[in-house]
């Protein structure tokens, strides 16, 4: 389960039919892994861990 959520998260949000954002958030992952049944329910700071585990970098969005 964790390989598939890096997978996820390394692709666009785009990938998925999702125009609203053009890049993930962990929050916005977290709910895009659970509507796609991924995962029933996961906190930010365990995704967070789960894909710092796995390499996967991101930035944080500013405004």
Do not use: N, Y
């Not at 390499?55 to 500013?62: A, E, P």
């Amino acid at each position: 389960m964790r390989e598939h959520i890096c997978l996820m998260a390394r692709t666009s949000p785009a990938d998925w039919k999702i125009a609203a954002f053009s890049t993930w958030s962990l929050s916005k992952l977290a709910g895009h892994l659970a509507k796609q049944k991924v995962v029933a329910v996961i906190g930010r700071e365990t995704l967070r861990r789960i894909l710092a585990a796995g390499k996967v970098s991101w930035k944080t969005t500013t405004t």
